[in-house]
């Protein structure tokens, strides 16, 4: 027997080192580029959608998202392990290609590797190795017996055996380099584990050693090909396609998907809506294979968290099994369950369209786009929708709001106030738009009163679009009735533009995203501010005076359209801050956290069973202690009133209020 | 089953008075204009009985202006088969023996086995052009039906009445017939967005309500009913329906029964009578009451000197 040789100059079963490496690469690569083939077909299947616009903000993301994992420390303990072992997997896969060369040329190093690069590399990768069998190790500790809640549901097998293939990797490539180095191949180059290992090793003779090397090697490489081929068929498929699906993230996060990205006219549709797997998205697909089960997205959904029938993680692996079973790598496709039978209606009609899920969730997968097709073809096609909200589309039809109090009403919140309006001709500079709240909901229609007052104040030259004024289409949309939010959009886009607005102020932030986000697409095309940043502007340029002193404790509440969805956190906070005397204060949810109220997604006009969303909300932020309450929308303000009264967490109950009536005590 | 559905577009006023104080004409804003939600109705129990069966037709009628072929566009979303508008351009026909009249002489040569009307309209509430139908066309007539069954094909009918106290009366009734549908009967459904693209794109048939009435033998111009005056509601406060919580749960219950209470303005007065009389005055001036020209106070106060 020979010693201190490549495990590839000998002979196996009487097949050189060297072909058998080749042919078991060849082989393995083979299955891998079929299967990965298999896949991209069910990809190209996918409808249109045109990702590849602001390709420098994506890059941005790519890096900053994607390769330093922006999203993975908010938990903490996971997070880190999940960066240690995309790093060392990084820095590993090129080791492993190194092997693979080294198994096939005649040269013993991979040219990129030698020399100085190749002694830094080694050092580096050594203590790669190290730190991601750490990190596997700690992760199968916490899988099996410090068990998360968010693993409920998801594949366990698959995440020991790839946790265990990993760990399987760096003991034999550490036992590779320890024997190799035992053995006097590799020489002066830097590699402290392996030597650690050699040391190990010492009492072998060199026939073990070598045997040892042989087998390492050998384990190694077939453990390698066998992790690459295992990933397209499981959940670790992210390994691959995780980059590219935080690459093609959606950029306007607060717009809805449109029923097809290729067609904008709804008449030119026979069909709205997602009712089998081929009205997904190339970028759905991408979704389904990116989605690696870690359950960020149910952790944080509210609708889960009151014990409603949701988990956003459990309806992308429903829509991926229904993909992958139609679509198999061999074999005939399984059509016995339908898609529509995969996700049943009390998950769609669960969600609150908050976002959290898609905000945590560390590959950017849209879960909100989904849950609003399936419910567009629960609505526009079938017909089997809860029927609580056929009242509101009609009120929003034949009355333009969605209480149904007729659109001559629209002008009853202003009682004795002058204001401007725009539709009878009045010339202004910015347009105040109303909404349904203010105009129609009594308490709301104050806060309606309040900003006018702070904006006749400050001066601005202001005025509404009085009696012409539509329902925005928000809750419509979100509803999947997509038919009538277009119908609104087109009327409102059609006023606007033949008023000639050009900046519009809107204080509910459902009306804020859908005149911002929305309405270009059809057409609209104005400058949208919230009135927490327009009031903030107003005040950092003096034109308000916060002089009285306000000795209170205020809790600010996020509103999930206003913060997640087009990333005001800001404004309202310091509007509060810079009032003299008050003392922010945070419940245990805030910001990109922040736990929805309850409302969205057409909630507001849903029957809600069991826990309420807003009690669980209200009680949390009581907890944190604040005298009032301060909110920035219509409907967290009545949500959080009636779960301030209702919730049975403490006996204390703070006032809720809207920023603009803060803002007013302290002129 | 062949239906023929007749629907009424209606005019909803929503603000508590059509009368414009500057004009003392009728406010052109403040309603809309919807289908009749009896009609709405009726036509689900059509929809449904051709559901149920499998075949047959259900056919829409409406009398009314150049507007009213949106209800018929609704209602062929709705699941109609075909729609009949009888033009009624001046929108002059209000008396319902001579719509009865037009409507029957339309459908006369039909071929149906169920007419099927709302029970009402929301906007007049005479509630009889349905049993005037059915007594022009000589057919059988079953009033404010809340539930409709068949049981075999050529046989009668059984379908049932609402009572008051939730008492119910089951009628049979052989075919063809006309029949008025309750509120009860069940919920309208909403449109799917195929159907409504149907709607929008089909044909709707249009006749002449002269035409019509002339070949009905009928005299538009001088009906038989005719509304001397219309008076419009008076402005009431605004009710509180809000008990005050300090009643007792029976008090309460009592205070919603009742509809709530009007709200109190203002203040009391009382005791003395000539601080009465004077807090009366001065209220009377202040709500412009009283001729501006004139101080009385101060004519008052001379005069007590």
Known sequence: MKYGVHPKSFVYFGI????????????????????????????????????????????????????LQKRQPRYPVAGILHIVIFWGFLILSLRSIQLLAESLSSGKDFIILSGISGDIYGFLKDLAELATLAACIFAIYRRAVVQ??????????????????????MITDLLFNGSG?????????????????????????????????????????????????????????????????????????????????????????????????????????????SCTECGRCTDHCPANAVGRNLSPKKITMALRDQAYKENPILGDSDHNQKLTDAVTSEELWACTTCGSCEEQCPVFIEHVDKIIDMRRDRVMMKNDFPPELIQMFRNIEIFGDPWGNGMARRKEWIENLEIND??????????????????FDSRYAGVARSLAGLMKKAGVNFGTLGKLERCCGDFARRTGNEYLFQAMAKENITLLNRLGVKKIVVSCPHGYNTLKNEYPRFGGKFEVVHHSRFLWELIEAGS????????????????????????????????????????????????????????????????ETGQRVNETRAGEIAAAGPDQVATACPFCLTMLDEGMAAHEQSEYKPEVLDLTEIIEKAL | MNSIVFIK??????????????????????????????????????????????????TIVTLGPEVSDEVLRWGMSLGADTAIHILDDEDLLKDPLIVAAILAETVREFAYDALFFGKMALDDEFGVVGTYVADLLGLPVVTAVS???????????????????????????????????????????????????????????????????KRACLDVRSPDLVIKSLAQPKLRPKKILAPDSGLSAAGRIQFVMSGGMGKKGGDKVGGDPEKTAGAIFDFLKEKKFLPESKDRPEERKNASE
Not at chain 1, 31 to 55: E, K, N
Not at chain 1, 249 to 266: A, F, V, Y
Not at chain 1, 579 to 600: H, Q, S, W, Y
Request: hydrophobic residues 40%; glycine residues 8%; positive net charge.
């Open chain 1, 16 to 67: 050189p080192g060297e072909v058998l490496a080749g042919g078991i690469i060849a082989l393995s690569a083979a299955i891998f580029l079929f299967i990965c083939f298999r896949r991209f077909q069910l990809l190209r299947q996918g409808l249109s959608d045109p990702r590849m616009d602001s390709v420098v903000d994506r890059l941005k993301g790519l890096i900053t998202d994607g390769f």
């Open chain 1, 422 to 439: 725009v539709g009878q001709g009045d010339a202004v500079d910015i347009v105040y738009w109303v909404g349904c709240s203010g105009a």
């Open chain 2, 9 to 58: 577009q209606i005019v909803q006023f929503y603000l508590h008075s059509g009368i414009d104080p500057k004009t003392n004409g009728m406010v052109k804003e403040g309603f809309v204009r919807t289908i009749n939600p009896y009609d709405e109705v009726a036509l689900e129990c059509a929809i449904r009985l051709k559901e149920k069966t499998g075949k047959g037709q259900v």
């Open chain 2, 147 to 213: 539930e409709f069954k068949i049981s075999e094909p050529g046989k009668d009918v059984i379908v049932q009445r609402a009572l008051e106290r939730g008492n119910r009366e089951e009628v049979s009734c052989p075919l063809p017939a006309v029949f008025t549908v309750d509120m009860s009967l069940g919920r309208p459904r909403y449109p799917t967005f195929p159907e409504r693209k149907r709607a929008a794109r089909e044909d709707i048939g249009t006749l002449d309500a002269k035409v019509i009435s």
């Open chain 1, 544 to 607: 308000l005076k916060l002089s009285k002193t306000v000795n209170k404790k205020i809790a600010y509440h996020d509103s999930c359209y206003l913060g997640r969805y087009n990333g005001e956190y800001e404004a309202p906070r310091r509007i509060l801050e810079s009032i003299p005397g008050v003392t922010l204060v945070e419940a245990d949810r805030n910001r990109e956290k922040g736990f929805c109220c309850g409302a969205g997604g057409g909630y507001m006009w849903l029957v």
């Open chain 1, 181 to 289: 180095i035992s053995l006097g191949i590799y020489k002066g180059q830097v590699q402290p584990i392996s030597s650690m290992v050699s040391v190990l090793l010492t009492d072998i003779s060199k026939p073990g050693l070598q045997s040892l090397h042989n087998a390492a090697f050998w384990l190694h490489l077939i453990s390698f090909l066998l992790l690459l081929n295992l990933l397209p068929l499981s959940k670790h498929f992210h390994i691959i396609t995780a980059l590219p699906n935080v690459f093609f993230r959606k950029q306007i996060r607060g717009e809805l998907k449109p029923p097809r990205w290729d067609i904008q006219d709804l008449d030119e549709l026979d069909r709205v809506g997602v009712s089998s797997v081929s009205d997904f998205t190339w970028k759905n697909m991408l979704d389904f294979f």
């Open chain 1, 148 to 169: 998360p809640k968010r693993f409920q549901g998801s594949r366990q097998f698959e995440a020991y055996l790839v946790l265990g293939l990993i760990s399987f990797l």
